[in-house]
């Protein structure tokens, strides 16, 4: 079974500082990544994409990829309450099928 | 915008009843999913479809079943509800293999 593997948190930040989620994969055949905010009680919203090695920067967001560590990262710079949420990585590998992670709960406190 | 749009956002069903979640993609999208979400246990899929009149089954098909008869509508069926099938059922489009997943509002089922 591949798998995706994130910390379930929660990860708690105080506001203005840099939260870091991380997430591995066991599939090597993955080729594509994304991060996805879940707000309590909502369905998933898409944040970020990434596709090759490296980091990919939108707004405050920060995807990065390490494909020879199976290795994925997003990072919230400024982070808000607001951004309190749970963030599900997901990897679709060779099978076409999006695998998810069960997700880490940021908890940002004022 | 994808608009992936679920007819309902909350359903109460006994046991026993046959029960109909609709799902409706107006961006032409191939591929729909239908997910459920349980606490601890993550999203795991149940059906999807690459194209109409195909479906494949996913990792949790026992007890469900799906139509595509168009493109922009993917159902779940449930033949006989049981109270182990109370959860969050997600639907998801995609407009190919390589693309994320769009997902619709959710419906909260419960089953007594």
């Known amino acids: 079974q591949k798998e995706v593997e994130q910390n379930s948190g929660p990860l708690s930040v105080p506001e203005g500082a840099i939260a870091s989620l991380n997430c591995t994969y066991s599939?090597?055949?993955?080729?594509?990544f994304f991060w996805y905010r879940q707000y309590s009680g909502k369905s998933p919203e898409l944040i970020m994409s990434?596709?090759?090695?490296g980091d990919k920067e939108d707004g405050r967001f920060t995807a990065q990829l390490n494909k020879a560590s199976q290795y994925v990262s997003l990072l919230i710079r400024d982070s808000q309450p607001s951004d309190s949420a749970t963030y599900l990585c997901a990897s679709l590998g060779n099978t076409g099928k999006l695998i998810f992670g069960q997700g880490t709960t940021l908890q940002v406190k004022p | 915008d994808v608009k992936v749009t679920q007819s309902s956002r909350y359903l109460v069903k006994r046991t026993g009843e046959k029960v109909f979640l609709e799902c409706v993609q107006d961006?032409?999208?191939?591929?729909m999913f239908w997910y459920r979400q349980d606490p601890g246990l993550g999203l795991r899929l149940i059906y999807f479809?690459?194209?109409?009149?195909?479906?494949e089954k996913g990792d949790i098909p026992e007890g469900y079943s799906v139509s595509r008869e168009k493109k922009e509508r993917f159902s779940l069926i449930l033949e006989s509800a049981s109270t182990n099938q109370t959860s969050m059922y997600l639907c998801?489009?995609?407009?190919?293999?390589?693309?994320?997943?769009?997902f619709g509002n959710g419906t909260r089922l419960t089953v007594t």
């Open positions: 961006m032409d999208h191939e591929n």
């Open positions: 479809s690459y194209d109409v009149k195909m479906k």
């Open positions: 990434i596709y090759s090695n």
């Open positions: 599939d090597r055949g993955s080729q594509s």
């Open positions: 998801a489009s995609s407009p190919d293999g390589n693309s994320p997943l769009h």
